[in-house]
């Protein structure tokens, strides 16, 4: 809304035309974001604590843990509300990818919500059916690749990019293409979700994803950019920028509140919500490999998991102490903070490493 104002403004007085710059748009996208968060994070903790929506948790994990119970949960809203207020006052209200962002981030946040709601206020313990969830998830990230199938403009824009290699681009037809963002999207946020067991763990390598997406969404927006880096061109792409802007301010304001020791923590509304804007974003800027490496962590939590449970049905036996991994460490004699800040250094190489793909080719 913003942008239009300034470029209304600008008609008047060209000091106003500085506005129009998306490098400009981000600072300050992601500076309202965090100003956002930080305003609102203490009236919503009172909130959660005052209707007692608080943690619980689980006796067979960690016994540092037990402290926590009780803690204000489904945290995760402050970050919505700030990734959308930043956005929708920030971005170009008119580009069709901003959008996608807002209706997907929002649709995953409205599933982790009612699944939050039914553990921590109605009191049932298992919360939203898997199986129901899991439809629900599926709908709302398939939703997403079929808007962004259906209006693509270009060749580019569903095509699979392998990095490191000037001239690969695979061509996908329309259930390739929709079946790779789906799976990008809704595992995107299963892999976040599970990541989120510690404090601050998630969000830090969320935001760090998230700024360097940003960073991507800038060069393929940019012809001039795009064509020195020999990646695809994407017309309109730079906006994206904004909206990852947000997601690193509002997530950094959460963090403000969800550094250890914690005061509140996400819930499922905002760790969802978080890694299926991830990854809505990395399809849209045509990166879906690149996620994997800069979101290491994630996978390596989702993995783990899936290593667990394959393990213990078929042999009977478990292969970590616990998972997600961050809890083997734990249960190993790593003290929490002590885990945290190592997942966010291997999640800051990750990214470097992701970012690099931008010119090593």
């Known amino acids: 809304m913003l942008l239009y ?17 998306l490098t400009l748009r981000g600072i300050l996208a992601a500076i309202t974001a965090l100003a956002i968060a930080l305003f609102v994070g203490p009236h919503m903790i009172d909130a959660l604590g005052r209707y007692q929506i608080g943690q619980r948790v689980r ?19 402050l970050v919505l509300v700030a990734i959308a207020l930043g956005t929708l006052l920030w971005a170009d209200l008119a580009n069709r990818f901003i959008w996608i962002l807002l ?7 409205l599933i982790g919500f009612y699944d939050d709601y039914l553990k921590l206020v109605v009191g049932n313990s298992k919360g939203l059916a898997a199986r129901y969830k899991y439809l629900a998830q599926s709908v709302a990230g398939a939703g997403a690749a079929l808007a962004l199938h259906h209006y693509h403009q270009s060749p580019a824009e569903t095509a699979l990019y392998v990095p490191f290699f000037k001239t690969v681009a695979l061509p996908m037809n329309a259930v390739t293409f929709v079946g790779l963002a789906y799976f990008v999207i809704v595992g995107t946020s299963n892999a976040v979700n599970l990541t989120d067991g ?16 940003g960073v991507f969404a800038y060069a393929t927006g940019n012809f001039k950019f795009a064509s020195y880096l020999e990646i695809p061109y994407i017309p309109g792409v730079g906006e994206v920028l904004i909206f990852s802007a947000t997601l690193v ?22 760790a969802l919500a978080i890694g299926a804007a991830l990854g809505t974003a990395a399809v849209i800027v045509r990166q879906e490999i690149v996620l994997f490496v800069m979101g290491g962590v994630f996978v390596l939590e989702t993995v783990s998991v899936m290593l667990q449970v394959a393990s213990f049905k078929l042999t009977g036996r478990r292969i970590f102490k616990m998972a997600p991994i961050h809890h083997h460490f734990e249960l190993k004699g790593w ?24 010119k090593i080719r």
Do not use: C
């Not at 209706?103 to 946040?109: E, L, Q, R, S």
């Not at 301010?249 to 905002?270: C, H, K, R």
């Open 59 to 77: 006796t067979d994990g960690p016994k540092s843990h037990l402290p926590k119970a009780g803690t204000p949960t489904m945290g995760g809203g």
């Open 198 to 213: 510690l404090d601050g763990l998630a969000i830090m390598p969320a935001v760090m994803v998230a700024a360097a997406l």
């Open 249 to 270: 301010g509002a997530g950094l304001g959460f963090l403000w509140f969800n550094a250890y020791p914690a005061q509140v923590f996400m819930g499922d509304v905002g």
């Open 335 to 358: 003290a929490e903070p002590k885990v945290i800040v190592r997942f966010w250094i291997i999640s800051f190489v990750l990214v470097l490493a992701g970012l690099a793909t931008l």
């Open 103 to 109: 209706a997907t981030t929002m649709a995953f946040g």
């Open 5 to 21: 104002l300034t470029e209304y403004l600008a008609r008047h007085h060209s000091t106003f035309r500085v506005f129009q710059y």
